[in-house]
């Protein structure tokens, strides 16, 4: 696989949580492309994450929030809404950002043809090219790679040369992006995906609060990104608020809420009045 930097190889991190989620009796989704994705370094990152997120290592009463659910009921809440979102559509375009090791091209059952513009970095795309091969994508879905830096100048021209419609509703997903970047990142990437969609569209994301990032309980997995040279630089108290600056009517949720739960969130859900608590928010909204 091509030589990832810091942020790219957590992505091998999120392929070897879906493997293992995979594995399981009860999965909430199957990825048969995940282990051969994550490799030996995206199993060698989820073993890191495990030892630093199990109780008896932190030294604390109070378990680390689960990153293994978490990864779980992100990828299933993202899936079903993305399928629901193409079902509705006419002529549906996906994009999904920054998209790492994603294979929702290849292994969603899309209810109708698709087109799913993969958004990221020519040598991020280039390593999952390099694993998956020649491997089709389901005859629903049609595949775009858009070699782009979600950073750089030029991902607007290259989503639209690869046959992106701006005036035709689509659905986006920044899914494990917005925590590695600064609140001006933010502000750029969200100012631009406003700019590159019609009204009507949907725009999807996770993101962490900005009390995250200073919570005690979150503090041994901090460490570890902060290790790996990918630390998170940026949390949001109120995502309705920040969506709405961009055009964008926000529904959120935290895992173990009704409607992102699963049967698999095992922490207590925190209500949103209560101030000073380290919070996770699946994001889904609506541009106006």
Known sequence: ???????????????????????????????????????????????????????????????????????????????????????????????????????????????????????????????????????????????????????????????????YDPDRPSVWLLEGILYYLTEEQVGQVLGRVRDATAPGSTVAADLVSATALTAPAVAPLLAVFETWGCPWLSGHDEPEALFAEYGIEATVRQPGEPGADFGRWPDPVPPRHVPGTGRVFLVQGRRL
């Open 1 to 163: 696989m091509e030589t990832l930097d810091a942020v790219a190889r957590t992505s091998l991190l999120t392929a070897a949580l879906r493997a293992q989620e995979s594995r399981r009796p009860d999965r909430l989704f199957r990825d048969p492309y995940a282990a051969r994705l994550a490799g030996v370094l995206g199993t060698d990152l989820f073993g890191r994450i495990g030892d630093a997120t199990r109780p008896h290592r932190t030294g604390s009463a109070r378990p680390v929030p689960s990153t293994f659910a978490y990864n779980a009921i992100r990828t299933r809440y993202f899936d079903d809404l993305l399928l629901a979102r193409v079902a509705e559509a006419d002529r549906p375009q996906v994009v999904i950002a920054a998209a790492g090791m994603d294979t929702r091209a290849h292994r969603l059952p899309w209810p109708c043809p698709v087109d799913v513009f993969e958004l990221d970095r020519p040598a991020v795309l280039a390593a999952k090219e390099s694993v998956l091969g020649a491997e089709p994508a389901p005859p629903r879905a049609t595949r775009h790679k858009v070699g782009a830096d979600l950073l750089g100048p030029d991902w607007t021209t290259a989503l639209t040369e690869t046959g």
